[in-house]
């Protein structure tokens, strides 16, 4: 049997879509691929995104910044020395943006100047750190991407 160009064509597009499903069937069945949504209330965490600037600005005003240390023990956060610790209190929550089963958020209670968070709460690797936290009535935000 002798086949055309016309022919061929067909049997060209056939294949390239037949190819083409087989990837967007894998990708969407395979659970390797899954991809979730980076944040589960992205529109609450947007309403709020005008205070988190209005807090980040107010934390520029600070002589001295919030500064981090990868220790032995584990990530020791060092608020500043002009501040009394014990009126210091927030939230610290970190986020792994490879694995949101690793995600969790502790409250501030400091007796000095630093905040350990231990070795074994923290896998090697990206992390976003958000400090959010109040000191006299003024409300702070700290955020950066640190690798651990």
């Not at 947007?46 to 205070?51: C, R």
């Not at 020791?76 to 610290?92: A, L, Q, R, Y």
């Amino acid at each position: 049997m002798k086949i055309n160009w016309g022919t061929g064509i067909v049997l060209a597009f056939i294949g390239f879509i037949s190819f083409i499903l087989y990837f967007v069937i894998t990708m969407t069945v395979n659970k390797k691929y899954e991809h979730d949504l980076v944040t589960e209330n992205y529109y609450v965490q947007e309403l709020e995104f005008e205070n988190d600037l209005h807090k980040q600005r107010h934390a520029q005003t600070l002589e001295e910044d919030l500064s981090w240390t990868h220790t032995v023990d584990g990530l020791v956060i060092t608020f500043p020395e002009s501040m009394t610790p014990s009126e210091i209190k927030g939230k610290v929550f970190l986020y792994r943006p490879s694995n949101k089963q690793l995600d969790f958020e502790s409250t501030i209670s400091l007796s000095d100047h630093n905040l350990l968070i231990p070795d074994k709460r923290l896998l090697g690797g990206r992390w976003n750190i958000k400090v959010d936290w109040e000191y006299q009535g003024d409300s702070y935000i700290y955020k950066k991407d640190i690798v651990y």
